[in-house]
Nanobody, 125 residues
């Protein structure tokens, strides 16, 4: 019952910038960690950046200093600001979120991982 919808992808020239957004909706009690992954052609999906509910951030070495992950807990939304883009950043970017659902009759909450549909980022001159 939870959906993640990404937006903000597109075509940009090297050195340009894009801002990705991912909004979670549905039956949500809270969202724990949120992250951005990417998958380039013929490559494995890799973690780009992650952020906890408390605001702790982690980045792949390849994007440190260029990308910034942030979140708006009130809007259940995570962002990825991408600056100084390079052709090697070209990939489909996927949003990931660990979501806690409503309290069960047994007195605990279940947590599930959800994925967005992906948004294409192409960096080319």
């Amino acid at each position: 019952q939870v959906q993640l919808v990404e937006s903000g992808g597109g075509l940009v020239q090297p050195g340009g910038s894009l801002r990705l957004s991912c909004a979670a909706s549905g039956t949500i009690f809270s969202i724990n960690a949120m992250a951005w992954y990417r998958q380039a052609p013929r490559k494995q999906r890799e973690l780009v950046a992650g952020i906890t509910s408390g605001g702790s951030r982690t980045y792949a070495d390849s994007v440190k200093g260029r990308f910034t992950i942030s979140r708006d807990n009130a809007k259940n939304t995570v962002y990825l600001q991408m600056d100084s883009l390079k052709p090697e950043d070209t990939a489909v970017y996927y949003c990931n979120a660990d979501v806690s659902g409503p309290l069960t009759t047994s007195g605990y909450r279940k947590t599930y991982a959800y994925w967005g549909q992906g948004t294409q980022v192409t960096v080319s001159s």
